[in-house]
């Protein structure tokens, strides 16, 4: 079973960077496509940024796309989100995921980690 630990939230003013990480306690996280989420307080969780096993495809929620970047490093066994131009409406806790199948998708994640709280104040 993959393990997943977050790490990098934190409170930061609007306009605004972060870099969340999620590192994975297993090898075989790098054969499993990795994702982003959110949950905002009372708000359904929503995709936020997938990327394939190898790193050579992404996939971005519509609310972030230009704004951030994932990213992942197989060889240490972490996955990065570069979050940058941060909006209030950003805040919520962020979890990453894996996939246990080989495509890419936004759904369907198997393992999840227990989340890091991304606070943009306005």
């Known amino acids: 079973q993959v393990r997943l630990a977050e790490s990098g939230g934190g409170l930061v003013q609007a306009g605004g960077s972060l870099r969340l990480s999620c590192a994975a306690s297993e090898r075989t996280f790098s ?3 990795l994702g982003w989420f959110r949950q905002a307080p009372g708000k359904e969780r929503e995709f936020v940024a997938a990327i394939s096993s190898s790193g050579s495809s992404t996939d971005y929620g519509d609310s972030v796309k230009g704004r951030f970047t994932i990213s992942r490093d ?3 066994n972490t996955m990065y989100l570069q979050m940058n131009s941060l909006k209030p409406e950003d805040t919520a806790i962020y979890y990453c995921a894996a ?3 080989i495509v890419l998708a936004r759904t369907d994640y198997t393992y999840w980690g227990q989340g890091t709280q991304v606070t ?3």
Do not use: E
């Open 120 to 122: 943009v104040s306005s």
């Open 31 to 33: 054969y499993y496509p």
């Open 99 to 101: 996939r246990r199948s």
């Open 74 to 76: 197989n060889a240490r």
